[in-house]
């Protein structure tokens, strides 16, 4: 039997019936009761147990895997206030699902190590492609729990996925797992056996500026750059002074004008969102930034933002196998690149779905940062933390 995606859209009020609503529609499309798996994504306006327990009224027992997300992403277009499932029914490709809870609590690469270990579990018997990661971003370190799943899985082992967002709010973000909506978690999914997947990731922002050097830093805590307060960066660029911009100012600040880290080899920075700074004028990122790194402020346009998420999709469709085409694709968007695009972030959908290819069906959310893998050669396809990004993954049998 080929592989069968179906795809659910709910808007309504009423989360029971919403969550039963689209996974309802998901499952009608593909005419199964095999579901080897379901993605689901929704807005947090929704009361999420009562939605998750409409989903399980009509999908019972079926894995799933998901996030809450500021947006969701379906060939219709953006809906900031919807739910969407994705369900998947395949003889040939393998689904392996695992969860860590209680990140706080953990030490992050070893949780990290531990899922990843989890997740194998389940998936032995068959080649692995990719693990597929949902994670709270409101977690301090996201590096050091991606370094952890890399342990378990294989440095250069592919990894994609999104951290889960509540619109701007930086209060909560949910996982889900099992018909379970979780905080302060991360779910993932091992995918394998016959399958073969491509990934796409591309920001657009543009250096400004002279580079700098980050002197001092400890994790994802840049203390100082050129041996002054890491945020006074920010003060000199945009003449406020740090009292202002903790006053709320930063986060905003950093959504515009992201840090980007030079890479070698790599064709654009690595971007790094700052959103808090201490009394002592360090700046706390999502992701790590090392010790030494070269940096630079970054700036977006429309123009640069949407020619990414061409290039984007145009490396998730090359393919040497032009008889086998995409079975499905799910999309990781920084939150970030909807405030850029405004009124034209609808333009980027239409961008990838043109590109992929109108009957693709593909599902995502907007994200406050993006896990992939990097692509010059020198870094060996490892995966790293992205801010202000757009990740597409694109799955094919073999």
Partial sequence: MPTLVGIGLSKNK????????????????IDSKNIS?????????????????????????????????AGIITPQGINLNAVAVMTVSSEKIKFSTAKAINLDKEDLHMAGQ???????????????????????????????FISGIKESLG????????????????????????????????VGALLGGDAAIRIGIHHG???LGKPRTVTSSSGNIIKTIDDKPAISLYEEYFGKNNQEIK??????????????????GEEEY??????????????????????????????????????????AAEAVKKTTQRDKPLKFALIFDSFSRNRLLGRNAPD????????????????????????????????????????????ILGIREK
Avoid at 123 to 142: G, W, Y
Avoid at 160 to 176: A, C, E, H, M
Avoid at 274 to 283: K, V, Y
Wanted: aromatic letters at 10%; charged letters at 20%; hydrophobic letters at 40%.
């Fill in 205 to 207: 922002w543009k250096p």
């Fill in 14 to 29: 009423d989360s029971y019936l919403a969550g039963k609503e689209a996974a309802y529609s998901a499952k009608q499309k």
């Fill in 37 to 69: 798996i379901a993605f689901v994504f929704a807005t947090i306006q929704f009361k999420l147990e009562s939605l998750l327990a409409g989903i399980k009224e009509v999908l019972g027992g079926a894995p799933l895997v998901g996030s809450s997300g």
């Fill in 114 to 144: 531990r899922l990843g270990s989890d997740a194998l579990h389940s998936l032995t018997a068959h080649q692995r492609e990719v693990f597929i990661l949902f994670l709270d971003s409101l977690i301090k370190n996201s590096s050091a």
């Fill in 348 to 391: 980027e959908i239409n961008i990838i779905k043109d590109i992929l290819g109108k009957d693709i069906p593909f599902i995502g959310f907007y994200t406050y940062g993006e896990q992939a893998p990097l692509n010059a050669l020198d870094y060996k396809g490892q995966s790293y933390f992205h801010n202000e990004s757009i990740a």
């Fill in 247 to 264: 006053s709320g100012e930063l986060m905003h600040i950093s959504i515009r004008y992201p840090l980007g880290i030079y890479l070698e």
């Fill in 270 to 311: 690595l971007l790094r969102n700052a959103l808090w700074t201490d009394n002592d004028g360090s700046l706390i990122c999502q992701g790590d930034v090392p010790n030494g790194a070269s940096i630079k402020l970054m700036m977006g346009t429309k123009e640069s933002a949407l020619k990414a998420a061409a290039l």
């Fill in 155 to 186: 440095i250069s082992f592919p990894l994609i996925g999104g951290s889960s967002s509540d619109n701007l709010k930086f209060v909560r973000t949910y996982q889900f797992f099992n018909h379970e909506c979780l905080t302060n978690s991360a």
